[in-house]
């Protein structure tokens, strides 16, 4: 039986187990326990290879258990840990069920070692988490859940397509370093890049993470695409095609987070920013830019977290998350005013806070690579990091016009989630060589040189320089009362009209087709009717030597045929 305790198996027993416990307290334990039970086993496991099945003749390695994998299943441990506390309140079965199996899944992909199981996995993050969109209960989370229900089995359905081109092409479906020159590993790639929010994939995370409750949206934020992350780490490390992928996500993210007036969707527009950075890191393909992705996929869950639980807070106390109808909240919710800036200066990557300790290592991964023009894309990425996160979640929430809005305070068990995460970021922040230990290569790095201090700290004091001038001149952008679409426009706009406009054509066709087959038709009737009909030519009476005359004719007819 102790071989089936691996990290996934717990939380699918826990999910299996939750609706057993009544719901409350009892079950918000059991909730917590599950996820400190996965980790415990994970470091109990070791490194190594767990649980092969034969499956139809293919070996299926179901755990395995490495530097890279570790690093990312402990952030998950964690990350379920965190959203779980923070969402005790909760009394809704579904969700409770729905985030566990959700974390398991991405735990279980995380630990596959070959194609076959990753793929169950895969599926399994979409089926779970789909239910946290739907259960905030409304017309527009049913079809926003839709769409992204459609996104992620569409993932899973190209995944299985190249996995299987894959294995006839090499006879292997191990999970591991691939080269990208088929189509097999090309619809790998894809398949990858739809939930790791490429360019003109992503916008079923900017549509489904704020149409999510207030605690999904906290789950969501972890799991799916630094999920994607790490497969990526895994199969492509030193593709150059994701450096200008990753150099896309980073420029294009930061005008639209600038612009939206929906909080939530300004965290889903930075963390397409952030996704950008690992993207790059891992097109760079080089151990120290490697641990730069591991590290800053550890800590950009937990900032991002953060920061999600702190506009969440400000949601499930006031009913809106809008930049235009908030401001002056400094004044009834200090605590999760302090997390919130926690969590915005480490995401801009202030020193002393966890960012600075792994954006560092991606920046100086791409400058030793003689990256220069990739490396002043980090750096402008970084200042709209700074903007729309550092400055304009915490500035528009707590600090802008007094909205005359005077809510209560955070429930405690969502400032306790704040809290831990907050501790994470300035714990990483103060103390990196905690982090770099788990990284998945050795390396010998120091974050906090005078040159790293000094440079971020100018980009940082420069960058808000720069941002407050455009605020006072009146040329930043501001955020608009309105659904802001980028390539979704494609999607809502584009294309219904071009198959509205298609259906129109093929209609009318359609309907020319129909209306001269019916005329042909009615002539080809009439004119039978004409001569065969009760009125018809041969309905007359004909003289009887002319009827006999007829058959005459005709038994000649057959005779001769008969003979011949």
């Not at 919130?340 to 560092?360: D, V």
């Not at 907050?422 to 790095?445: N, Q």
């Not at 004119?527 to 002319?546: F, I, L």
């Amino acid at each position: 039986m102790h071989e089936f305790l691996i990290p996934p198996f717990i939380f699918f027993f826990g999910a299996l187990l939750t609706p057993v416990f009544p719901a409350g307290w009892l079950r918000g334990i059991w909730t917590l326990i599950v996820p400190i039970a996965a980790v415990a086993i994970l470091f109990h496991l070791g490194d190594g290879s767990y649980l092969n099945v034969n499956f139809y003749g293919l070996e299926l390695e179901l755990c395995r258990v490495d530097a890279l994998s570790r690093i990312f299943v402990i952030v998950f441990c964690l990350a379920a840990l965190l959203g779980n506390i923070y969402a005790w309140h909760l009394r809704d079965t579904t969700q409770q069920v729905a985030a566990l199996l959700y974390a398991g899944s991405a735990v279980g992909a995380t630990l596959a070692g070959d194609l076959i199981t990753l793929f169950f996995y895969w599926e399994g993050t979409a089926i779970a988490s789909v239910f946290l969109i739907w259960a905030r209960g409304t017309e527009g989370a049913y079809w926003t859940g839709l769409r992204y229900l459609i996104a992620q089995v569409g993932s899973g359905v190209v995944l299985i397509a190249g996995i299987v081109l894959y294995y006839f092409q090499t006879g292997s479906i191990a999970f591991d370093q691939m080269e990208l020159g088929s189509l097999a590993t090309w619809m790998i790639l894809f398949a990858f890049g739809i939930k790791a929010a490429f360019p003109f994939l992503h916008n079923w995370m900017i549509d489904a993470y704020p149409s999510a409750t207030v605690t999904g949206a906290v789950i969501l934020s972890a799991f799916t695409t630094k999920l994607a992350i790490y497969a990526l780490a895994r199969t492509f490390a030193g593709e150059e095609l994701l450096i200008y992928i990753g150099i896309v996500m980073v420029v294009f993210t930061v005008i639209y987070a600038q612009i939206e007036n929906d909080l939530r969707r300004v965290l889903a527009y930075s963390l397409n920013n952030q996704l950008g950075f690992m993207v790059i890191g891992v097109g760079v393909g080089t151990e120290l830019a490697l641990n730069g992705v591991a590290g800053h996929a550890f800590v950009h869950i937990l900032y991002k977290s953060l920061l999600f639980m702190a506009v969440g807070a400000v949601l499930f106390r006031t009913g809106t998350a809008k930049a235009t109808e908030l401001g002056g909240l400094y004044r009834t919710m200090p605590l999760t005013m302090i997390f919130c800036i926690i969590g915005a200066m480490s995401a801009s990557a202030f020193p002393l806070f966890s960012a600075f300790a792994t954006k560092s290592l991606i920046l100086d991964g791409v400058a030793k690579e003689g990256l220069q023009l990739t490396w002043v894309v980090l750096v402008f990425g970084s200042i709209g990091v700074l903007a729309h996160a550092g400055i304009k979640i915490p500035y528009e929430a707590f600090f802008s016009k007094d909205s005359g809005k005077r809510p209560k305070e955070a429930p405690s068990h969502m400032l306790i989630a704040m809290g831990i995460a907050a501790a994470f970021c300035l714990g990483i922040g103060f103390a990196p060589s905690l982090l770099y230990r788990a990284l998945p290569f050795e390396m010998e790095y120091v974050a906090y040189t005078t040159s790293h201090v000094v440079g971020q700290v100018q980009l940082l004091l420069f960058g808000g320089l720069g941002f407050v001038i455009l605020v006072l001149s009146g040329i930043a952008p501001v955020a608009l009362k309105a659904v802001n679409l980028d390539f979704d426009w494609v999607t809502r706009k584009a294309l219904p009209y071009l198959f509205g406009y298609v259906a129109s054509a093929v209609r009318t066709v359609w309907g020319g087709i129909t209306d001269f087959l019916n005329r042909a038709a009615e002539g080809a009737f009439f004119r039978m009717m004409h001569t065969h009909g009760p009125e018809g030519r041969m309905a007359r009476q004909w003289p009887t030597g002319a009827m006999v005359l007829s058959i005459a004719i005709l038994l000649a007819l057959s005779l001769l045929i008969n003979f011949v």
